[in-house]
């Protein structure tokens, strides 16, 4: 270990010295489909790959929203990355939380007060829901990034109807019957159409006391449209889609305030007491970390090479990034983005290892956009072709279950939305974690 | 509603009440094996049924230690309580947690300070593990009764490994990498089988520090054998399976002590980071909302006819009761019992509705007893046949798939112990729910 200001060697630096003390030494921070993507990329190659987690799990997000809204298990959505990369003997996964770069020492920092020093480092943190200066809304409107997230939102949704039941005051039962969801996204569509049928399909037979078809579900978007990164008739298919569903679609309000009782947009106040955040992200502070120029919403303006500018042995990937597309609107905070990112960060550091010229600047191509809408629609918009209706809900589907890790994923995956289909059973209405359990231990 | 006591009817009354006033209103506390037997049974009585559960989820307990050794999803081991009874219009589900009965009254009470009226009750509120008078042992050693017990000792199984693999110093490392089950009952011989094949099968190829076969599972019962309520040669055979598995076993020594540290028992002071508490149970406090006579354990003594002693219209069933088999020996706390209660209690209610003789005293059958250790053994003891080994393993595994609900898990299930079995890969291995996600939002 060569590093200047390694006076006392840390534990993860020694345990990978020790291992390949020759080889070129990449660090990789975030166990993503950017970061992911780049370790595989990086396969057969000379180097020593690290990546850092401060999760044990690769997240696939696209189906997040079916974890919210029980379909789905947390374990079908997610797998533990070193299991992910047990046979890549190049690759040591460390389960640690990254808190800045030293990039003059070429050091990674991490909380334990150790480090990891690297050759090249490839930041790929992503970003988490964001609240427009408003985080004091966060208690109210929780958003969906991580295992948890999708978990709680489950619970609140699950105990809406659960107090509901319980409830004799007309006016709170239709409180704890109205669901809010800001943003309409994909994410927003999505847990939008599944909520609804939820309580149109899954629910009206489980309860005695309410009816929960006169459940309502608000989908609130700022813009004039739903979906709006795609086609415009897709997005207005979409609307008739959702609203058919039963879904409020409201455009054009922003909501400009959230609390336990409900959401304020325009001159309206809407008692609701669930209500779920897809609006606006912020990415994670590798930006602050490298004093490196941001945007808005803190994502780091790359160079064309999605290197860090100044920082030639930095690159930044993926939803922590921001960077234009060909067509000059920004590369999308989606997966496929992140991926195409880890993948060409690869190419550039194969052929600086190889003496190569490096390839020409990273130009994301646009594979297409899928979202579903219920369980037997869907929406996809792949440029020239756009698709929409039960065929393209079939493509999603297959889409999804292809890109998901391992044929027993897959397997059970299928099984638990054959059920969905077929006898309208989610698999996973668990009400877990909230403060029911009273004796709960305390943890050391 | 006719209680004297409800001088403002209560939400949950007001509603029962509203369905069904002439009918005989059963009121069932849990919904575990016994609650939901006497439940099943009930059907097509002229009863109004409402069973109280504070956890909208069935759990199948028997393979709880599954999920706690990622193993299933908590999806697979718990169904929602409404949703198995949705085709039951007799039944009323309700979430709530019951805090005590005012027997004059007839009246079940409840935490929001409501009620149920009822003309007859069942309890079957269940038990917790305890410590011996040791609670101050809880946070070091937590145990098993609940998915958020399972997902804890999940989390912290798996943390020990990935700090293992983070550790230099060497004498931290091996305390990180010694786990110990405490009681060797089934629960913690199948514990202990399973920790030990994960560390053995599932999870060396995915660490690049440590050499997860150096990991120590440690056994240890007060009592002189494991499996005590097994016959002798099978007790035996479980011992040398688990040994050969590379579980230590240790006999006839209490745990003194519970630590972050590690436990103490006899001389020796054991450095351990992960302690599962798998001795001893205490049961809910029915005895005492109820003032009657209970054991050691807390658990009610009931008369023949499992009525609480004066209460011949309260019922009390399963682990939250002690009664004595025919062989003199108590009860079971085991899943078959708690159903067999819940079978009779619906036959004494059916009996006195119709006006006929009330059925002869509760007798126990035991049907046999099943512990798996690992995943391709287990023993089995029905009395005269006793069976150990792979077919034993077998019939272990398929009693369980049966006794699953509904076919979605059943087949989800399957698929997961195939992927154990073939390729040693476990589906649930997420750290979740820890302090490790610092930005997790505070809940309102």
């Not at 990254?98 to 990039?103: L, Q, R």
């Not at 207005?236 to 609203?243: I, K, P, T, W």
């Not at 009782?261 to 669930?274: I, W």
């Not at 990937?317 to 905070?333: C, E, F, L, R």
Request: hydrophobic share 45%; with cysteine.
């Amino acid at each position: 270990m060569t590093s200047p200001i390694a006076v006392q060697p840390q534990a993860a630096d020694a345990a990978a010295s020790a291992r390949a003390p020759e080889r070129h030494r990449v660090v990789i921070v975030g166990g993503g489909f950017g970061g992911l993507e780049a370790v595989q990329r990086l396969s057969g190659l000379p180097v020593a790959i690290t990546l850092v987690d401060r999760r044990n799990h690769h997240l696939f997000q696209p189906l997040l929203y079916q974890v919210a809204t029980a379909s789905l298990a947390t374990s079908e959505v997610a797998w533990p990355i070193r299991s992910i990369l047990r046979r890549r003997p190049d690759v040591t996964t460390l389960l640690a939380t990254a808190i800045g770069v030293d990039a003059d020492a070429h050091r990674l920092l991490l909380d334990d007060g150790g480090g990891l020093s690297y050759d090249t480092l490839i930041l790929a943190t992503g970003a988490r829901h964001a609240y427009f200066g408003h985080d004091e809304w966060e208690p109210f409107a929780p958003g969906l990034k991580t295992l948890e997230d999708a978990t709680t939102v489950r619970r609140r949704i699950l105990l809406a109807f659960e107090r509901a039941e319980r409830e004799t005051d007309p006016e709170q039962q239709a409180a704890l019957l109205t669901f809010v969801i800001v943003g309409a996204g994909p994410t927003g569509v999505e847990l939008a159409g599944t909520i609804a049928e939820l309580a149109r399909d899954t629910l009206p037979p489980d309860f005695r006391n309410i009816d929960t078809h006169k459940a309502r579900v608000f989908l609130i978007e700022a813009g004039p449209r739903v979906l709006a990164g795609y086609a415009e008739d897709l997005s207005a298919y979409a609307q008739r889609s959702l609203e058919r569903l039963g879904v409020e679609v409201v455009l054009g309000q922003p909501v400009s305030e959230c609390t336990a009782d409900g959401v304020t947009y325009g001159d309206r106040q809407l008692a609701a007491r669930t209500i779920i955040w897809a609006a606006g992200v912020k990415a994670s502070p590798v930006a602050e970390w490298l004093g490196a120029p941001a945007d808005r919403a803190g994502r780091l303006m790359v160079a064309p090479d999605l290197t860090v500018p100044g920082r030639p042995d930095i690159f930044a990937i993926g939803d922590t990034v921001t960077i234009s597309a060909p067509d000059g609107k920004p590369v999308p905070g989606i997966a496929p983005a992140a991926k195409q990112q880890g993948r060409y960060v690869a190419e550039v550091i194969k052929a600086r290892l190889r003496g190569e010229a490096a390839p020409a600047a990273f130009r994301y191509k646009h594979a297409g956009s899928l979202a579903q809408i219920g369980k037997r629609l869907a929406v996809i918009d792949f440029g020239r072709i756009k698709l929409r209706g039960a065929l393209a809900w079939w493509i999603w589907g297959i889409a999804h279950i292809y890109f998901l890790i391992g044929l027993r994923t897959r397997l059970t995956v299928a099984v638990n939305w054959l059920w969905i289909h077929a006898r309208n059973q989610r698999s996973a209405r668990l009400i877990t974690q909230g403060r029911n359990p009273p004796d709960r231990p305390v943890e050391p």
